[in-house]
């Protein structure tokens, strides 16, 4: 096993140089060494998430408690000059047709843009603006997706294995889950399709309100 590397500073609360911050990537044990951020997601927190309620019931009955999918960060410099590099791990699988993802957000500030590596497994990237526009981006490792401000963005795993990728984005930037509630749902469903994953309306989407 891989030892831990020192911890990150937290951010400081006053101004000044902090030390550069190493970070080791090891997305096949799903941890970013030397963060100093993490926080996890269960299949009950994901109530509501998918369309198809029965089949998350079902699964929710046998759900032995790990995680389904989780982030490790790191923050060492607070406003918008500092940025939050993290990496996010989503376990595979599917809720009824629809393939497993994350809660998906807008940036609270919602000009600040992040970017997406792909580093194991293979994924999307479901992608919309609140005026209406569409788009899915595929990740696998070695590429990547430069998300601009203003666009609503969520992963979803389409393979069979962990999908893993690097991010970062302004340190003020937070997130705003809930507007994607409120619209019913993303404007688009990643679903099962004969050759792997397929686009399609989600009938629930009612628009995004800002």
């Known amino acids: 096993m891989t030892p831990e590397s020192p911890r990150t500073p937290e951010a400081p609360d006053t101004p000044g140089p902090v030390p550069p911050v190493p970070l080791t990537l090891l997305p096949d044990q799903g941890r970013l060494a030397g963060s100093n951020a993490r926080y996890e997601k269960f299949l009950p927190d994901l109530h509501g998430l998918y369309r198809d309620d029965t089949a998350f019931q079902r699964l929710l009955a046998d759900d032995d408690g790990s995680p389904v999918y989780w982030v490790e960060s790191s923050q060492t410099e607070k406003g918008p000059g500092g940025l939050i590099t993290g990496m996010s791990v989503l376990e595979p699988g599917r809720v009824g047709e629809e393939f497993a993802m994350t809660r998906g957000h807008l940036h609270a500030i919602a000009d600040r ?8 497994g293979r994924g999307v990237m479901l992608l919309e603006t609140v005026d209406g526009q569409s788009t899915v981006v595929e990740v696998q ?13 969520r992963s979803v795993n389409v393979g ?8 970062c984005y302004a340190g003020d930037a937070g997130q705003d889950y809930s507007i994607i509630e409120r619209a019913g749902g993303m404007q688009q469903l990643v679903v099962r399709a004969e050759d792997g994953w397929r686009a399609v309306p989600n009938p629930d989407h009612t628009g995004y309100v800002a």
């Not at 843009?113 to 194991?120: C, R």
Request: hydrophobic residues 40%; glycine residues 10%.
């Open 113 to 120: 843009s992040e970017l997406y590596v792909g580093l194991s």
């Open 141 to 153: 490792p070695g590429q990547a997706v430069y998300v601009p401000g203003h666009w609503v963005h």
């Open 160 to 167: 069979t294995e962990r999908f893993v990728t690097l991010f």
